[in-house]
């Protein structure tokens, strides 16, 4: 899955947004947390490995769900890539909305699958 997110970025060209990034770190850690377990090699641990990996592709089930709640409008997300730009009054303002402003709102799919996003019956096919 990591490896799939990070070809996407950089080899197909899909900017992620701040969730996707944040998507990404129990991917990270169940990948460090397998090599670890590989390289001490304990058979009796292996079960609190088994446990702590179900921690935290739960965790990372949980960032999943909360991204495409985002994505469907049913949670507010981070104000930093879900909030509309506003008019600035002053080139001070439009310089600091600008800076503070994440390049990819975490509000809008990046990508579907054949023009189709969840949930059934928004589909642009042409």
Known sequence: MLGGALLSQYWGGLAPCELC???????????VISFIAMMVGSRPALPWVALLLAAVFLIGSALAFYHVGVEQHWFAGPTACTTPATAAATV?????????QQPVRCDEPAWTLWGCRWPAGTCSRR
């Open 92 to 100: 001070e303002q439009l310089k600091a909305q600008l800076l503070h």
């Open 21 to 31: 990034l944040l998507q990404r770190w129990p991917w990270g850690a169940a990948i």
